[in-house]
């Protein structure tokens, strides 16, 4: 290279810097320098937020199975809400939003129906209606931490706030189909709920839903469940156990589709 070419060299990095030979070498060497110190704060703030957000989903979670009151329960979701989707999904590999909208997906050809995801939490059950191609939903919790994480999905077209063991907001035969995943679970919602969300339904509508296992017979189900059908309200389309949680051997529980007679 010649003298005059490295000089234009010189002359250009000296009009970018503004420090003729070793200030700019200094100058380039602090720079870099103050990259990597940010560069090392940003991964040593990152590590320290997961390690202390893995320890508080694993403290939730154990909540969760603890649940004695109307209050806990709301205070759990309450502090639950923004840790829910990585503690459900990465820390237990939660499977009945997944599986249960594939199993409506299969009985509900209508794109177009209006469906209420009931118990909506975060919004799973929904985005995989939604991952569906199903366009018209409704989200429902009572919840309203929840409520917001769901609605920053931009999936529902409505946000409800709402108690499931109280009269819902709805006019009569309002839906065409309901979604209700993990909301049917121990300390959670019985099957009193049921006739409301039966009100709100059109004829012919379908409810797909999981109910854990163990609160069949104590919340309700075992008894209400054969009564509705008897009285030709409802009938079940289908019924089958399956695993809740893709590193469970265990089925937790009913996966179900209820149709409105
Ligand atoms: C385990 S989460 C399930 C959320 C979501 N469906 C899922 O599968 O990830 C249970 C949800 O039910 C809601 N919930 C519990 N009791 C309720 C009630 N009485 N009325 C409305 N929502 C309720 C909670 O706020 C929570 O969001």
Aim: charged share 25%.
């Amino acid at each position: 290279m010649s003298r005059q070419t490295n000089k234009k060299i010189e002359f250009r990095a000296f009009a970018k810097t503004g420090l003729p030979g070793l200030g700019r070498q200094l100058h380039f060497f602090l720079v870099s320098a103050m990259q990597c110190a940010q560069i090392i704060r940003k991964f040593v703030n990152y590590a320290y937020s997961m390690t202390d957000k893995d320890k508080k989903s694993k403290d939730l979670l154990a909540r969760a199975y603890s649940l004695r009151t109307e209050k806990d329960r709301r205070e759990l979701y309450q502090d639950w809400a923004d840790t829910y989707d990585q503690s459900m999904i990465d820390g237990l590999g939660y499977l009945t939003p997944t599986s249960t909208a594939s199993l409506l997906t299969q009985y509900l050809s209508e794109k177009n129906s209006l469906i209420l995801d009931v118990g909506a939490g975060t919004g799973l059950a929904g985005a995989e209606l939604h991952e569906r191609k199903f366009p018209n939903l409704h989200a429902l919790d009572y919840s309203a931490e929840m409520l917001a994480v769901a609605g920053e999905r931009k999936i529902y077209r409505k946000l409800i706030e709402a108690d499931l063991n109280q009269m819902l907001p709805f006019e009569d035969s309002t839906y065409d189909a309901m979604i209700c995943t993990g909301t049917f679970t121990h300390a959670h919602v019985g099957a009193d709920s049921i006739f409301e969300l039966i009100r709100i339904l059109k004829r012919n509508g379908l409810i797909a839903c999981t109910v854990h296992k163990d609160i069949w017979e104590p919340q309700g189900f075992s008894q209400k469940i054969p009564a509705l059908e008897k009285a030709g309200i409802i009938k079940t389309v289908v019924q089958k156990l399956g695993t809740y949680f893709s590193n469970s051997t265990e089925k937790e529980g009913w996966y179900i589709i209820w149709q409105k007679q």
